[in-house]
């Protein structure tokens, strides 16, 4: 390290400008960020549940997953609302099926039209009267560049090419696969022993649908509404006197990895169209609000968080170099990593998004350590010249940033392990962010304090000044005191914190529900209290029943044994389970039982005959694209082979409640054993579904955060224990993060905070960064009873050492996550508030209830040198020189030690 700081030097202005040209080209490669807020970023490819999953959207398409609309107008039933609808329909079909021909020419066109120069509004929408769909997509992408009206200049021109380019290469990845909704939608009618579709709303010989104009074709058409009774609460809604309210339009995507890019488009697509009453829900639409959040937090948040800190630079320094120099090094390591994500496509996910504020808090820490030192020393540099001062004063405190970086940096990285793939690539980029600060830190304060004139800071006492106690000394006396005179008191009440911790612990749960992460006054939320009484729910899962053998979905007894269980599924007796419907095969063969029967609602139910079953889907006429022996209507809800047939059960959030992971744990629970207790042995089923994937997360954070926490405990000993040598010491140093750890726990579980994946990184960095300031401490300490320091004189010399830059690097750390309680966004919300709680904890824990157990324990950690500096103060840095000593015995428990030290000190008195 000497060497390094040597170069950097003897060449500064040539070390900031390759830092400088490093910044610039990983800085480019923020933009290619993107952010993802799946549930697949939380289960590992290899997941046994994950690849059943996968496997069954393979044969029935991602039926789970959808896009829900509620449409209304306070004048449903008039034809000009009709036409309405009917072009929001064909808005969002122009992104089902793809005609390259046409969009060519649209695009030909455009360019042509736009080339000229600029055109105001109007004179450009009228150049496609023609192409209606079109001439919308051109006004709606102008309104989401900002456009207001007026012309539309070369430089609006530019970005509006740009932006419909992009919605023609969306239209041909074909990403909506089915729009279920009652101006598409298929019945089955039966006519002269034939069954075929009939569409509610017919076409013209265009392809145009005949839209009801009179009253008369209105009261056919909601006649044809009501005739099958598996329509209600799926294509319409109806209020307490059976008047439809609402339409509904169901969006079905193909099994793509990111629904974002069409779930944005539809919603900008439903914003368009402010005529009609239109409610948007689902689980791509909840993304969509995660990642605008997260978005607009990193936007608003970061910089915020940088003012913070550079207030703090302030407040310790009072200098320029004292802001600059650190705020340099925090903006630079935030790039760098940010940057590095970007280029190797690794996705900001809901833990991601901590990452910018984490490399601000560490890298403003390292900072405001390497400066400290800096003017700690600034006398002894004055005296040996700036080079030579410089060279000793930044070497030695260089060497303590790299190990507490390097035990940092260890600690996320034993996230590496983690089950969980966004945990895992969490801890691994905050891990590779720790080097770039550390890097950063020991480069840029050295190099631009080797170009800037040697001058005193604000806060620097001058040589015979009167000294002056400020709130920090004081706070330090107070510390002193506390674990030098009532070091025994200080530990009953820590051991009193964690028993109340530890039962806070138990009343501690974990949750993956994503709606939980808003608010709930938040839309989204309200929303889909709305889509469940309306249409039954916003999202679902799947019940796969498989019969035994090839065409056993055919026989009666199947199909009424689906019957029966759907009709638990739903009854008033098991409202616990929240289903608010279902759907199933069966619906197809009881609608063709009815039109068989000349629509008599009495023979809505399954045939007794299994040979009237074969004989209707021999005869119906559905049409079958992918030939593979299912009709395309049939394939979400039975396999190629009709030897299974899948139930999908839509989530309906009663009152208003979310159904949590202990809800939909009860579910899949009761569901599981009714079937267990009722299904005919040849039969065999199996749940999945995105809820299920949630519920599967739930056991990952709950083993990961074990594993990684007893994994993290031990590597962080055996560091502490390389760099120390002293077995007690390593043990020491797990005290202080421990007890932080433990009340981070009990806070969550008494105040009703849930684990789950944005707080179950919280302890990771609880540990990463604690362990930082324990180091400094044990350093320290060691090196003043090298130097003969009785133990009481040597933490009272410590805490004033070593304690004022833990306290700044603390309140940077605390004041930088406070300012995320500012965000809209639960998450951030809960972990900025856990986080700033935890700092103080483990604040407290280095200067207060780590020397209180070291006055407890007298453990010795003299066996090291501790070398003098040439200006005659010693410097509690550590040398990398073998250890002398060893320590026998084990470490007996902290209460046995208070009660022998507290009868010792009696018996002394």
Known sequence: MTRYIRLVLNHPILTLAGCLLITIVLSAGIAKLRFDTSIATFL????????????VKDIYGDVDTFVILSVSHENLWRHETFERINRLLVDLEAFQGFDQK??????????????????????LFAKFSNDPPFRRLIRRKLSSLGWEGGRVDARLAGKLKKEVSLATELKSREM?????????????????????????????????RILPETREDFNAFISRLKRNPIFEKGIYATDGQGRITDLGFIIRFPDISDSDPIAREILEIVESHDGLDIIAQGEPIVYIWMNNYMQRDLSHLVPLVMLVAVIIFFINFRSLRGIMLPFLTLGMSTLWILGLMGYLGVHITTVGVSIPVLMIAVGSSYGIHILNQYYADFDMISREGKKIGLQRSMSHIAITVLLTGLTTFVAFMTLATHQLSAIRDWGIFCALGIIFAVAISATIIPAGLALMPHKRGGSTKKPGSASKFSAIDRAIGLMARLSIAHYGKVLAVVLLLIAVSFFGLSRLRVETELLQYFKKTDPIRTTASVIGDKFGGRWGFMVLIDSGEVNGVKSPAFLKTIEAFRGWLAAEANSDLCIGRTDAFSDFIKTMHMAMYNDDPAYFKVPENKWDIMDYLEIYSGEDADSDGRVDRFEPYVDPFFQTCNVIARLDQKNGQLIGSAGLKHIFSRVSAHLDETLPEAYEYRITGHPKMLIKSVDYIVGGQLQSLFLTFGVIAVVVLLLLRNFRAALLSLIPMSVAVMINFGIM??????????????????????VDDTIHFLNTFRCYRKWGEDVDTAI??????????????SMALICGFTVLELSPFKPLVLFGLLMAITMVATTLGALVV???????????????????AAYGRRLPIPENRKAAARFGGIWVSLVALIRQQIKEGTNEK
Request: net charge neutral.
């Open 44 to 55: 590992p490819k290899s997941d046994a549940s994950y690849q059943y999953y996968d496997r």
């Open 850 to 868: 780590l020397p209180a157990a070291i006055k407890l324990t007298r453990v010795r950690l003299s066996d090291q040198t501790c070398p003098k």
């Open 176 to 208: 909506i696969d089915e729009i279920i909704s009652p101006f598409t939608i298929s019945d089955i009618s039966g006519k002269n022993n034939m069954l075929e579709e009939v569409k509610l709303i017919k076409t013209d010989g265009s392809g145009s």
């Open 796 to 809: 009272a010399k410590t805490l004033q050492v070593a304690g004022k830059a833990i306290i700044f690097t």
């Open 102 to 123: 046409l969009e060519a020419r649209r695009m030909e066109k455009l360019d042509a039209v736009l080339d000229k120069g600029a055109i105001s509004g109007d004179a």
């Open 749 to 770: 579980g008494w105040f009703g905070i849930q684990l789950d994946i944005a707080t179950s990184i919280i302890a990771a960095i609880t540990i990463g960064i604690g």
